[in-house]
């Protein structure tokens, strides 16, 4: 699995980070989100996939590889 996350689409509402804190993080400065892991081990699918969900400015994708 291969997550993207288009950080110009972001509006720091910090969703994904509340449900996978494994993959993802907010830089201090503004809240935009960034990738800690590009390439999630398969126990932490199903909070990627949570976070696809729950993100409102739909700036996560998930590539299966």
């Not at 994904?16 to 809240?31: I, T």
């Not at 909070?47 to 299966?64: G, K, M, T, Y």
């Amino acid at each position: 699995m291969r997550v993207e996350l288009d950080e110009p689409k972001c509006v720091a509402s910090g969703q994904c980070v509340m449900v996978a804190p494994e993959v993802f993080d907010q830089r201090e400065e503004d809240g935009i989100a960034f990738l800690l892991e590009a390439e999630p081990p398969v126990e932490a699918a199903d909070d990627v996939h949570e976070a696809v969900a729950v993100c409102p400015a739909a700036a996560i994708r998930v590539l299966n590889q």
